[in-house]
């Protein structure tokens, strides 16, 4: 049985706590965003070492191994995506299936600069996850984790209000894109018991 793509908008996360991995927006401060970053990576990374990392425990829920090839392309979508809520330069992740494409803020009536959607699951599958090396996938999500901490840390306090829109309309600024960010890699982290 193939998995089942996630199609929710995750958005609502950003004004109520998660009933599932116990998140709470309201507790977060953007401040601690880096280093929670780091923490949960780190301990995603750990179940890498688990003899069973790339046995998918039913056939519909991804692997460990699976969850932190996804938490490491997070981890590079979400620098790029910071860069473009910071007004900074934005490099394009080369993650698979991901169009880096979007519109900067002098293309768009509003000034608001839009990023575009991503596919996660064309990217499991286009990228196979399912049968990518553990070791490399560890030292690449620490890694990923390691420069999207930077990105958020390097934000000056000034411009955390700048917002930016991703192409299905919703509107975050720096600091909600932020915790947007660290609540998938805290969920994904309780997804595999890490």
Known sequence: MPIVPDVKNWTWVLER???ECGFDPAAITYAAVPGLAREYTGRLSATLERPDAAARPDDSTWSALEYAAHVRDVCRIFTYRAAIAARTE???PQVPAFDAKGLDAIETADRIPVFSNWDQDLTAIADRYDQQDPSRVATELI???????????????????????RS????????????YFVHDVIHHVHDVRG
Do not use: I, Y
């Open 17 to 19: 706590p998660c009933p």
């Open 143 to 165: 890694d990923a984790a390691d420069a999207v901490a930077r990105a958020f840390e390097s934000v000056p306090a000034a411009d955390l209000g700048n917002r930016v829109r």
């Open 90 to 92: 934005a490099v394009d």
């Open 168 to 179: 299905d309309g919703s509107v975050f600024t720096v600091e909600s894109l932020a915790s």
